[in-house]
């Protein structure tokens, strides 16, 4: 009898497959995923490892076969996964970077599900390539700015100090929020760009006892901190309106600006991806920054681990970038990809592709100029 944790329903069938079944499913809001009723911790009890290919089947007739257990979001843009991240209380299926899938699979929340172990280890060799960690203890870090992933925004014409980007300085779920705070301070920031959540989840923050950003509060206070709820789809039509909606909210104030996720890493990357690529910087430029939030929380950089700071490039920063070339029908562009991440989109310049975007989500020619004129000074 394996040993697991006490009223999960767990057995072998006929052809000795570990099933775990009848779980109680829940939606998980702001990505759009579905929580499958049990913590990671005694999911991995039962026998399942990370790198197995699962089988999911819900009660409403809704399935994803053959899908991978990881521990990080280690598959392709709009891929299913089932995910046992760090911080969540539940392991999860998700749409990586995709749609939502609680919405997709028509669940209205009295749905359980059975998962079953397709094939062991079948994804093993991605999960080893690609598992990365961090710590929330701010004594494994160099510095307050690489524990704070704090920095400003650079390449092209930008100018310096115009643009800021942090990981969280109102959500302290990562211990990341009082160091944060008084960095953008320090920096005279003067309106937040919160990507991660909403205005009423921002004042929760603020309600509690421990809060202790006083230059954030301060910020909020002034009606200089807006939050816009972004989900991970940046493909999405939501995503890129509820970003115009943010930047607009922006174009009122004279900077700096800061802006933020929770980690400041894939959301914020996005965003800050479009604001470097709308000052004409260079792919490399925009990569070096997006690559340098890795270095700050995992210590991957190109000369440690190429392999790994390769596979992170191809599968994250150079997807965004193909949607956006793709997306504003630069044909010529995208025949002239190479193969090889060192040469990837190199000589390529994202200033058209990022207009288009933006006027897409509804953005004004003279809103553009505004936030050309703000970035650039």
Known sequence: MLDVAEGYETARDIREVLIVKNLKVSRERKFGGVYCGMPIRDFLKTGFAYGDSVDLRFSNGFTL?????????????????????????????????????????????????????????????????????????????????????????????????????????????????????????????????????????????????????SAFKRLYRLGRVRAVELSMNFRSKDFAEGLAEGFRAMLSSDGPVLIHCIEGKDRTGFVCALLEGLCGASYEEIRRDYMLTYENYYGVNRERDEKRYGAIVRNNLDLMLRFLMEKSAQEKAGKEIRTGWQETFSGCYFEEPVRRYLQDAGFTKQELKCLVDMAEG
């Open 65 to 213: 076969l053959d899908i991978p257990y990881y521990n990080g979001f280690y598959n392709g843009i709009g891929e299913p996964l089932l995910v046992g991240y760090s911080g969540n209380p539940e392991i999860e299926a998700r749409l990586n970077y995709g749609d939502d899938l609680w919405r997709l699979g028509g669940f209205t929340g009295g749905e359980t599900v059975t998962i079953s172990l397709r094939e062991a280890s079948k994804y093993l060799e991605i999960q080893k390539a690609s598992y990365i960690t961090y710590s929330d203890k701010r004594e494994d870090y160099g510095s307050d700015v690489v524990f704070a992933n704090f920095r400003a925004l650079s390449g092209g014409r930008m100018k310096e100090g115009a643009f800021y980007r942090s990981a969280s300085p109102c959500d302290n779920v990562h211990r990341r929020a009082p160091f944060t705070d008084r960095l953008l301070g320090e920096a005279g920031v003067s309106f937040v760009l919160n990507l991660a959540d909403s205005m009423e989840e921002v004042r929760e923050y603020l309600r509690k006892p421990e809060f202790s950003s």
